[in-house]
């Protein structure tokens, strides 16, 4: 595993910043898909939004030094493909040469932080298209929750249909992650029924002028038996995000085991249950879930 050294990471940072540029330039890339085309991404992009929480530790991953090092064990894992992250994460990743022949997916939304007020205008305040076009890297993410009671939700719609154009023209895949959400009182909740999950990712697949390059990136369904006929309703490629699991880790990868047999479905991409797994093995966490594959 590749040692992480903050101090050197800081010294970079401060006397050779182009350094970042320079890494990007060099690393070896690859492709998004390969023959097996399934995918296996590891996803860190939460603490951008002000979501540090797992389970119930509130600052979990508030540590950055913690954070890259379980982030540089899970990319060493033999069927893990790459990392999804906002720019301070990927940045401090190229400079640790942690990216070679992966993947590495920017995440362009976190504005909508969470618990504020303002959570569903989900601006777009992380990687452009442009940024992730320029840095070479291989695909991008946005967030799309939608609450028909909440005006903001109109802002990120017409603003990821825009992104969703922008990457296109660069021929670069976006990953939508819909939701439709409502609060209860004053906590936004995500609606995980059948119903609810097959509206978002129909709203999400009609985005844009085209779509050509967007993949979708949904939740398992609150009853897993739902997920056949909930993933029916488009025809683009699809990857299962992770989410909250609690404690019940197995009862996780029965989930992903059964829905990644779905025909859109090509792959997992999955965080903090990986990242920060209950018995504190981030090595076997990771290998199960590539085991699922």
């Given at each position: 595993?590749?040692?992480?050294?903050?101090?050197?990471l800081v010294?970079?940072?401060?006397?050779?910043?182009?350094a970042?540029?320079?890494?990007a330039?060099r690393?070896?890339r690859?492709?998004?898909?390969r023959?097996?085309?399934r995918?296996m991404i590891?996803?860190?992009d939460?603490?951008?939004?002000?979501a540090?929480?797992?389970g119930?530790?509130?600052?979990?991953m508030?540590?950055?030094?913690?954070l890259?090092k379980?982030l540089?064990?899970?990319?060493?894992r033999?069927?893990?493909?790459?990392?999804?992250?906002?720019?301070d994460?990927l940045?401090d990743?190229l400079?640790?040469?942690?990216?070679?022949d992966?993947?590495?997916?920017?995440?362009m939304?976190?504005?909508?932080?969470?618990g504020?007020?303002f959570?569903?205008?989900?601006?777009?305040?992380?990687h452009?298209p442009e940024d992730l076009?320029?840095r070479?890297?291989d695909?991008?993410?946005?967030?799309?929750r939608?609450?028909?009671?909440?005006p903001?939700?109109?802002?990120?719609?017409?603003?990821?249909?825009?992104?969703?154009d922008?990457?296109?023209e660069?021929?670069l895949p976006?990953f939508?992650e819909?939701?439709?959400?409502?609060?209860?009182e004053?906590?936004l909740?995500?609606?995980?029924?059948?119903?609810?999950?097959?509206?978002?990712i129909?709203?999400?697949?009609?985005l844009?002028?085209?779509?050509?390059?967007?993949?979708?990136k949904?939740?398992v369904?609150?009853?897993?038996?739902?997920m056949?006929?909930v993933?029916?309703?488009?025809?683009l490629?699809?990857?299962l995000?992770g989410?909250?699991?609690?404690?019940?880790?197995?009862?996780a990868?029965?989930?992903?085991r059964?829905?990644?047999?779905?025909?859109?479905v090509?792959?997992l991409?999955?965080?903090?249950?990986?990242?920060?797994p209950?018995?504190?093995?981030v090595a076997g966490?990771?290998?199960?879930a590539v085991?699922?594959l």
């Amino acid at each position: 595993m590749i040692p992480v050294d903050v101090s050197e990471l800081v010294r970079l940072r401060a006397h050779h910043p182009e350094a970042i540029a320079e890494a990007a330039a060099r690393r070896v890339r690859r492709p998004l898909l390969r023959s097996t085309g399934r995918l296996m991404i590891i996803a860190a992009d939460h603490p951008a939004r002000g979501a540090l929480a797992v389970g119930d530790r509130r600052l979990a991953m508030a540590n950055r030094l913690d954070l890259l090092k379980r982030l540089c064990l899970a990319l060493s894992r033999p069927g893990v493909d790459g990392v999804l992250a906002t720019a301070d994460i990927l940045d401090d990743l190229l400079l640790l040469g942690a990216l070679e022949d992966r993947v590495v997916m920017g995440s362009m939304n976190r504005g909508g932080l969470a618990g504020a007020a303002f959570e569903l205008d989900d601006r777009f305040t992380g990687h452009r298209p442009e940024d992730l076009a320029r840095r070479g890297f291989d695909a991008g993410k946005l967030l799309l929750r939608i609450d028909y009671e909440d005006p903001g939700s109109l802002d990120t719609l017409y603003s990821a249909a825009r992104a969703i154009d922008a990457m296109a023209e660069h021929r670069l895949p976006v990953f939508v992650e819909p939701f439709i959400c409502h609060r209860d009182e004053g906590r936004l909740r995500t609606d995980l029924s059948a119903e609810a999950v097959t509206r978002s990712i129909a709203i999400a697949s009609g985005l844009a002028g085209t779509s050509a390059y967007t993949w979708l990136k949904v939740p398992v369904t609150q009853n897993p038996d739902d997920m056949a006929r909930v993933m029916e309703t488009s025809t683009l490629p699809a990857v299962l995000l992770g989410g909250e699991i609690g404690g019940d880790q197995e009862g996780a990868y029965e989930k992903w085991r059964n829905a990644l047999q779905l025909p859109t479905v090509q792959g997992l991409v999955v965080g903090r249950s990986l990242l920060y797994p209950v018995d504190g093995d981030v090595a076997g966490a990771v290998d199960t879930a590539v085991g699922l594959l």
